[in-house]
């Protein structure tokens, strides 16, 4: 194991060798900021590519015809392309932010028994390298967006979600599950898998229960919920 020597040999390395990245940012943290930067910039470029390339009247009518219970002054108020770009831009910010912190809070809590004591700050610095792959899927949507001769709907071009394969329309009941759950799942689990690994003296069978379990809850709690109301 070798440790990564700077903060962008460690972008390379979460993809690479998750391991030597880790261990790095186990002693560096600060570095994870350029990471948090770029799964921001990534949501950002990814959204002013669609919203520049988009056919705008098709999306308001489409957004018109499948969100019937708005009232039409809200509807001519919120469907402009300024407000749905910030309107996706805000909902990535916050929503990627919450998921590092609640990440960061959940393997603080489920390694106490550890050995090893791994601050909260640690584990957020940790977070944001395991949450890096949705730069990829950000990039994946960015060449899907410019290079698909159809129209899409948002919630089904962001190819980090299910969605983004299975492009449900929005009055769906399904749509906001599908929407929000990351098809890149198996690839954060396994970097979480590296990072509780690296980081703490848990066996192989303990560390697979802590990267997985928050993801599990998701996918099955949150159908339940749906399925029930």
């Known amino acids: 194991m070798t440790p990564s020597k700077n903060p962008l040999v460690a972008l390379v390395d979460i993809f690479r060798s998750p391991i030597d990245c880790f261990a790095a940012i186990h002693e560096r943290p600060k570095w994870s900021l350029l990471a948090y930067i770029l799964i921001i910039f990534g949501s950002v ?45 805000f909902s990535d910010l916050v929503g990627r932010t919450a998921v590092l912190f609640i990440l960061a809070l959940w393997l603080n809590l489920a390694t106490k028994g550890s050995q090893y004591t ?27 967006i410019m290079f698909n001769p159809a129209n899409i ?13 299975l492009k449900l329309p929005l009055n769906n009941p399904w749509s906001p599950f599908m929407t929000t759950m990351p098809l890149l799942a ?23 229960i802590v990267a997985a379990l928050p993801w599990l809850l998701v996918i099955v709690v949150w159908p339940l919920m749906i399925a029930l109301a």
């Open 118 to 144: 791994i601050s909260f700050g640690k584990w957020l610095a940790a977070s944001c390298f395991i949450m890096m792959p949705s730069v990829i899927g950000d990039f994946a949507s960015y060449i899907n």
């Open 45 to 89: 470029a990814m959204w002013g590519a669609y919203f520049n390339n988009v056919d705008l009247p098709w999306l308001q009518q489409t957004l018109t015809a499948q969100l019937s219970n708005v009232e039409h002054d809200v509807q001519q108020a919120w469907l402009t392309k300024e407000v749905l770009l910030a309107g996706e831009v």
């Open 186 to 208: 198996p690839w954060y689990i396994a970097l979480t898998y590296a990072a509780v690994g690296a980081w703490t003296d848990f066996d192989r069978a303990k560390a697979i």
């Open 153 to 165: 709907l948002p919630n089904a071009a962001d190819l980090n979600s299910l969605n983004g394969l």
